[in-house]
């Protein structure tokens, strides 16, 4: 499956969950070909989206800026992501990360309906093996309806073991 075929499986009013903590191991094809897909068709697509802590520009500045984005937790550090939560545009609470992992297997935030997850491959077991990412992952992974795992082959296979 492509980009723009996994981004296809979001829909509105999803809940949403990727891995990535800080600017590392986020999912980047599957959030632009989503935000293209919107900015072009022009429909009405909100989801509520979770993630291990900040992401890169790929993911809350291309959300953002084609107006995906209704709810954000629990971390944030993208600047248009930022003005849109202050001037009330989306609903943002800023959670403590060693709590998030709990409140998202509580149940706080509702059911996850999709989570996509960046790795650098599956092996034959059919285990995802991590890019430079774990963080709450295997919550996420663990609490999703649907899994999108998507393959970042510009990572080395040698990061396999290696992760936070």
Do not use: C, W
């Not at 499956?1 to 599957?30: C, H, R, W």
């Not at 996509?116 to 990412?133: L, V, W, Y």
């Amino acid at each position: 499956m492509n980009p723009e075929q996994a981004a296809e499986l979001v829909k509105d009013g999803m809940i949403v969950a990727t891995s990535g903590f800080t600017p590392a191991g986020y999912p980047k094809a599957v959030p632009l070909a989503l935000a293209k897909r919107v900015k072009k068709s022009k429909e009405k697509l909100q989801i509520s989206l979770l993630t291990g802590a900040s992401v890169g520009e790929e993911l809350d500045g291309a959300l953002t800026e084609a107006g995906v984005i209704a709810r954000r937790y629990p971390y944030q550090t993208n600047k248009l992501l930022r003005n849109n939560i202050n001037s009330g545009g989306i609903a943002y609470a800023d959670i403590h990360l060693s709590h998030f992992a709990q409140q998202v297997r509580y149940g706080f935030f509702g059911e996850i309906d999709l989570a996509i997850i960046e790795a650098i491959a599956i092996d034959e077991e059919g285990n995802i093996i991590p890019s430079t990412s774990v963080g709450v992952s295997p919550t996420f992974i663990d609490r999703a309806k649907s899994i999108i795992v998507e393959v970042n082959n510009g990572q080395p296979l040698e990061l396999e073991g290696i992760h936070d």
